[in-house]
């Protein structure tokens, strides 16, 4: 709290109101003694301008495209860090040292498994489910088959046994949706292999074709993993929040943010975006008639993959992206026309008066799509992918949420009501 105040003039009466400053400098007008003082509310849809908590996880300066976790910048810790690094960072606010970390991909190695008797489960979805669907039932499952402990072991500060099985486990459920997607048999984890290696194995291994883990490809698992792992208040790592504010577990929380992930407006875009790069491309690559569409105020067509709610420039998290797209081309010698037609259309977006004056950029889902095509990830499984990245960052949250008692309040927002203000009842038989 800092000595200013912001002064509000309701009625002509003045009321003043403390003034948060974060650790970056940005203020924040603290509104919590509003209701009490003035009787009113504020009001804000979308909360386009509302804080919701004080967090220590994940900076985002919009404006400038500077994105850190725990005051480390997103290009450092994708260039130098595995995935499960950052997430001990995350969980833990410090990078592991390496023994904390030889530790921890033990731990990863350990808690691989999924209780047998789930394995059922997968048989009973309908053919074609949504991996998306079937990820979030099953981690809401886990509540049921790994009870969660009041007392839970914490050995190492921010990573309980509930949460380091959560990690390990969703990328057996992942890859385990996957095969029963496409009806082939499953493949375990291996205990001789990493995180992000024993993923891509589950997902690609089959009995006849055995899979060649390929370093380039775990390195760039990493790096993408890397950049979804946390972006702070966003609609899925809200849902989390407001939904374990209720005083519900960690794993009927996250199933929850799994389900906020979904749609296209958020992570869902890395599928909409290949969508509309395959729509575009057997349309004869017309791009300005869809420039047009999104232009025109009476189409709700948008170009999935443009825009942030945050980012006023190019989004960070875009930069690295493109480069390890254009990596893994050059690498494998991969020719893929959507990356041709996806670069055509960010150049005409970019010199397009109605994008730029909208300050809408490419985001974080606009080439991510294409690398995941390169690595053999089907479509679908997009989604999937952007939450066993996001998941990290769900759980710090979930847990900070609960380390403090201010934000561990649950989460109840106010309306201003619009409907019939009163009116007597009338019985059925009169009504016309
Ligand atoms: N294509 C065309 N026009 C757009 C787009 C787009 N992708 N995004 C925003 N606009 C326009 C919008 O029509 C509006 O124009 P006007 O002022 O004339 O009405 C203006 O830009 C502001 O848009 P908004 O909807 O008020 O902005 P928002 O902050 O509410 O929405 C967004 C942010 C990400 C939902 C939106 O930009 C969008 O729908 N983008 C496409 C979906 C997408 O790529 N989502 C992934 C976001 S990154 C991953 C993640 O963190 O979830």
Request: proline share 5%; hydrophobic share 40%; glycine share 6%.
């Amino acid at each position: 709290m800092t000595s200013e105040t912001a002064q509000l003039t309701i009625d002509g009466v003045v009321y003043e109101l403390p003034v948060v400053e974060s650790s970056t400098g940005e203020k924040a007008v603290d509104i919590r003694s509003l209701r009490n003082q003035t009787g009113c509310i504020t009001l804000d849809s979308g909360y386009m301008n509302t804080g919701s908590c004080i967090s220590n996880i994940t900076y985002l300066d919009g404006e400038r495209g500077i994105l850190r976790y725990r005051g480390y910048d997103i290009a450092d810790l994708a260039k130098n860090c595995i995935f499960i690094e950052v997430a001990y960072l995350l969980l833990t606010g410090e990078l592991p040292t390496y023994d904390e970390l030889e530790v921890f991909k033990r731990d990863m190695r350990r808690y691989a498994l999924i209780h047998e008797d789930m394995i059922h489960f997968f048989d009973h979805f309908p053919p074609n489910s949504s991996p998306m669907s079937i990820l979030s039932t099953m981690v809401g499952t886990l509540h049921d088959f790994y009870p969660e402990m009041d007392l839970d072991e914490d050995p190492y500060g921010g990573i309980t046994t509930t949460t380091a099985r959560l990690l390990s486990k969703i990328r057996t459920i992942a890859a385990f949706s996957y095969k029963k997607n496409v009806g082939h048999p499953l493949v375990y984890p291996r205990v001789d292999l990493n995180y992000c290696s024993n993923f891509l194995n589950m997902m690609f291994d089959r009995p006849i074709m055995p899979y060649n883990v390929e370093p380039l490809m775990v390195s760039a698992l990493n790096k993408i993993l890397i950049l979804h792992a946390d972006h702070e208040q966003n609609c899925s790592t809200s849902a989390v929040r407001l939904v374990g504010s209720s005083g519900a577990g960690l794993y009927p929380s996250i199933s929850a943010g799994i389900n906020a992930l979904w749609g296209p407006l958020h992570g869902g875009a890395n599928v909409a975006v290949l969508r509309l790069l395959e729509t575009i491309r057997a349309d004869g690559g017309t791009i300005d008639k869809y420039i047009a569409r999104a232009k025109n105020p009476d189409d709700p067509f948008r170009f999935s993959g443009f825009g942030h709610r945050v980012y006023k420039t190019y989004d960070p998290r875009a930069t690295i992206v493109k480069e390890i797209c254009h990596d893994i081309m050059s690498s494998l010698e991969i020719q893929d026309p959507l990356l041709d037609l996806a670069m055509e259309i960010e150049e005409k977006i970019s010199k397009d008066e109605y994008f730029i004056s909208r300050n809408l950029y490419p985001n974080v889902d606009f080439y991510s799509g294409i690398i995941y095509r390169a690595m053999g990830i089907p479509t679908n499984m997009f989604t999937v992918m952007f939450a066993l990245g996001r998941l990290p960052g769900w759980i710090a949250h979930w847990q900070e949420m609960n380390n403090n008692k201010e934000s561990r309040r649950i989460g109840r927002p106010r309306q201003v009501y619009q409907g019939v203000a009163h009116r007597p009842y009338v019985a059925l038989e009169r009504r016309q």
